[in-house]
């Protein structure tokens, strides 16, 4: 490493200042040349330390420090791939990260760039799995209210496991040995970098199954009635991705009754607390799963005789009663006979009764009867009281019109009385224009205006000479005898 080191360099050193003698370089040029030795020689590397100064930036990048006894490196690892390492890093930790090696300028300081990291020794792991479960457990997911019962006898049976393994074999034996069953595989890979998912989506894939119309996928698989996810076993290591939160939250929220058998008896995941069931073993799982069915018919057998041997005992007891109270009741015969007379007794007296009271309504009958007072008498009654009606109506009709007409003429006089012809009797003359209007006012004539003059004894037409309110009266003319002691108006 050093020797190729050493070549770069001098390879750098004789294209800057040719052959004469040691190389200048800047900050900048050696730091990009340690730069690209680190990454090259380096490019892909696991190491083996403790965590140590963790934190984590606001953009998501994760700074912290690997340390062993004797040595420190910088790790970072960035925020698009934070989230694919499958645990939390922590202070105290000891891992096996993988990545590449690198180094900052700004700082003249190599580090490694995490692309990957595992909790290294089972004492850490197991620590790991504790804080893990306390989480869990603290959100509800191993809550004993959640479980769910397992079907007694269920149709279908959906197992989740290596299709390679010894472990569906095993299932499918058991249970065709118990009781046949419809079984589905759906195969995963049950440990590895990506099991924990596989796992995950093929306990969501079987609850999606019944969400289609009919109850049935795509390919028309129906919906698993009991969930199996099984694995042999191994070590804690192998046995990881049933740790995993995915897999533990999917068994969680599985809607069809889950049984986790994974390792042996000894064995213990978190998919076990949050399963509906845990078996020891994916044998004991079968078994959960189904009942015997030898057992099952014999038990149904046995059921069945002891139905008869209780519906027998219960006819016989139910004939016994029925004799014995059968013993105790009367004679029929003599009780319909009773019943018989004493129905003959009372539709007698009720046809009795019935005539009677028709008698009696009968009479009372007749007796309104005679009360009504015929039609013709009503009629002549009510036209001897319209004639008197008629009588009373004329001479009120009469009176009215007497006491109208000497109403009417009353006015009649007194508005003759008002009438402007008894002023002209009394030898006045009324004055009137054109339009017959009535001239009240020497204001309005004027020299020239043709005037009409009414007498009580007809009228005369005129003109006016003059006019006006200074004129001065004239001097009345020595009345001869014969003239008309009214005068003339001009």
Known sequence: ??????????????????????????????????????????????????????????????????????????????????????????????????????????????????????????????????????????????????????????????????ETGAVFHDILHRISDRFPRRILLWPVTVQGKNAAKKIAAAIKGFNRLGRKQGGKGKKGLPRPDVLIVARGGGSLEDLMAFNEEIVVRAAAASDIPLISAVGHETDTT???????????????????????????????????????NAVTRLIEDGRRNLDAMARGLPDLRRLVGDFTQRLDDWTERLVNAVRVDLDSRRAELARLTAKIPKPQQQLEHAQRQLKREVRALKAAGKAIVAERRGDLKQAAALLESFSYQRVLERGFALITGQGERPISSVKELSPGMPVSMRFQDGEAGATVNGAGPAAKPRKAKKRKDGDDPQGTLL
């Open 270 to 308: 978190l998919i076990d607390y949050a399963a509906d069931q845990r078996a020891p073993t994916p044998t004991a799982a079968a078994e959960m799963a189904v009942p015997v069915r030898a057992d099952l018919l014999a038990q149904v057998e046995d059921d069945g005789a002891r139905l008869i």
């Open 1 to 162: 490493m050093i020797d190729n080191t050493s070549s770069i360099v001098d390879d750098e050193a004789a294209r800057l200042n040719g052959d004469q003698g040691p190389p200048i370089l800047s900050v900048a040029e050696i730091s990009a040349l340690l730069k690209r030795t680190v990454e090259d020689t380096f490019g892909r590397v696991r190491v083996r330390g403790e965590i140590s100064g963790f934190k984590r930036a606001q953009s998501g990048h994760m700074y912290f420090t690997l340390k062993d006894e004797t040595a420190v490196i910088d790790g970072v690892c960035w925020r698009g791939m934070a989230g694919c390492l499958g645990l939390t890093p922590e202070d105290g930790l000891e891992v096996i990260v993988t990545g590449r090696l690198t180094t900052y300028p700004a700082r003249s300081r190599y580090q490694i760039v995490v692309e990957g990291m595992e909790v290294a020794g089972e004492g850490a792991l197991l620590k790991l799995l504790e804080d893990r479960r306390r989480k869990l457990a603290a959100e509800g997911l191993f809550d004993l209210e959640a479980k769910q019962e397992l079907p007694f006898l269920p149709d279908v049976i959906g197992v989740v496991t290596s």
